[in-house]
T-cell receptor, first 115, second 114 residues
Framework: AQKITQTQPGMFVQEKEAVTLDCTYDTSDPSYGLFWYKQPSSGEMIFLIYQGSYDQQNATEGRYSLNFQKARKSANLVISASQLGDSAMYFCAMREGTTGNQFYFGTGTSLTVIP | DTGVSQNPRHKITKRGQNVTFRCDPISEHNRLYWYRQTLGQGPEFLTYFQNEAQLEKSRLLSDRFSAERPKGSFSTLEIQRTEQGDSAMYLC????????????FGPGTRLTVL
């Protein structure tokens, strides 16, 4: 089974609108971390946000928030007030264990912000 | 600090040749990771180091791949007897203690095997 599933190959959003990128994960480890990365066309991966499995509140970082639904094993990324510079590939990732080793990445979602 | 750097940025080689890539992490980042990314896919974990110790290696990693981090600073990834299927972007990332939650990625080395 895939550790990380991103079912949206491509998404479009109007500038200044909010958008949700879906991510579901699969693990039997009670302790894990969930991550979102942005990869612009330039290629460099940029860390956006982190959510620990024991965190009580959803993580937020500026315009990014992570909608963490543990029972459903989903960790959707919400980008508010989209900007043209948000156009990029977005990857969801998971690390099992508290400071575990491997990061498992999804196949990514390509986001295009329309002016 | 200038971030994670990788050299070369591009490498074109003929099948059967050996290639070596270098990664210079952010100083004081204990953990260093190598990933491979092919077109349309997310990064695939290859191996990681805690200081100079290689603590985990992907089962998918062939014996033709070897990585070192001799002094706990820079790391090298060598691919012996390259095959066309090795063509990919090779990414390096480093993480700071204590949580290692944040990974800082380098720009990658794009390998093309002819």
């Amino acid at each position: 089974a895939q550790k990380i599933t991103q079912t949206q190959p491509g998404m479009f959003v109007q500038e200044k609108e909010a958008v949700t990128l879906d991510c579901t994960y699969d693990t039997s480890d009670p302790s894990y971390g969930l991550f979102w990365y942005k990869q612009p066309s330039s290629g460099e991966m940029i860390f956006l946000i982190y959510q620990g499995s024991y965190d009580q509140q959803n993580a937020t970082e500026g315009r990014y928030s992570l909608n963490f639904q543990k029972a459903r094993k989903s960790a959707n990324l919400v980008i508010s007030a989209s900007q043209l510079g948000d156009s990029a590939m977005y990857f969801c990732a998971m690390r099992e264990g508290t400071t575990g080793n491997q990061f498992y990445f999804g196949t990514g979602t390509s986001l295009t912000v329309i002016p | 600090d200038t971030g994670v750097s990788q050299n070369p940025r591009h490498k074109i080689t003929k099948r059967g040749q050996n290639v070596t890539f270098r990664c210079d992490p952010i100083s004081e980042h204990n953990r260093l990771y190598w990933y491979r990314q092919t077109l349309g896919q997310g990064p695939e974990f290859l191996t990681y180091f805690q200081n100079e110790a290689q603590l985990e290696k992907s089962r998918l990693l062939s014996d033709r791949f070897s990585a070192e981090r001799p002094k706990g600073s820079f790391s090298t990834l060598e691919i012996q007897r390259t095959e066309q299927g090795d063509s990919a972007m090779y990414l390096c990332a480093s993480s700071p203690p204590p949580t290692f939650n944040e990974q800082f990625f380098g720009p990658g080395t794009r390998l093309t095997v002819l």
